[in-house]
């Protein structure tokens, strides 16, 4: 689905992504409203938006969906600014291309996203890490892993075969001990934690 208040972005991208074998367009909204009342009622699996989309604005409008069961993984489709995209991960969006990018790039970044990867071309994840992975416990860890991979908690609590209230206190333990406030900064860690250092070959 696609949010832009520009009616010619809006067009020229659903031009682009239906010509994309790979995707299917379910929606157009020129609104974060009109984007919420649909992705309520019709699956979506990947959103694109702009983050300042009227009225609500991409920030509340992120923060509002990632509160609904299956909730569309939000792809914000913004300003070349140097801050955004850790602005955009922050708020616990999954991706972020610039409109100065090319067509590709947004399209890759859709299809990433749709697979459980967080896409943040211009972002050092490792910026945000003080290296705590190493304090977490082995079921801390299992669940950062399992976490990485989009899953819910109702999903969590299956997986690991634990209740979601368990699952609950050990995300709490694990957002404390790695200082985030949300799952897409944990997810970003674990990413984190996987790469290379600057100073590796």
Avoid at 5 to 29: G, H, K, Y
Avoid at 35 to 60: C, D, H, Q, S
Wanted: net charge neutral.
């Amino acid at each position: 689905m696609l949010a832009d208040s520009n009616p010619l972005v809006l067009s020229a991208m659903s031009q682009i992504f239906e010509r994309d074998s790979r995707f299917s367009l379910v929606a157009t909204a020129a609104t974060a409203e009109g984007f919420l009342g649909t992705a309520m009622r019709v699956p979506v699996k990947v959103g694109v938006i702009e983050w300042n989309l009227p009225a609500l604005g991409g920030a509340k409008l992120i923060e509002v969906l990632r509160a609904q069961e299956a909730a569309p993984r939000l792809v914000v489709y913004g300003e070349d600014r140097a801050d955004l995209p850790r602005v955009a991960m922050a708020a616990g969006a999954a991706g972020f291309t610039p409109r100065s990018a090319p067509v590709e790039t947004l399209l890759e970044t859709c299809a990433s996203v749709a697979e459980g990867k967080m896409v943040f071309p211009y972002v050092d994840v490792r910026e945000l890490q003080h290296d705590p992975i190493r304090t977490l416990s082995r079921k801390e860890r299992t669940i950062l892993e399992a976490l990485s991979k989009g899953l819910t908690n109702r999903q969590l609590a299956a997986e690991l075969e634990i209740s979601t209230n368990t699952v609950k206190f050990h995300l709490s333990n694990l957002y404390d001990k790695l200082s985030v406030r949300n799952r897409a900064q944990a997810i970003a860690f674990y990413y984190a934690s996987r790469m290379p250092s600057s100073g590796d070959p």
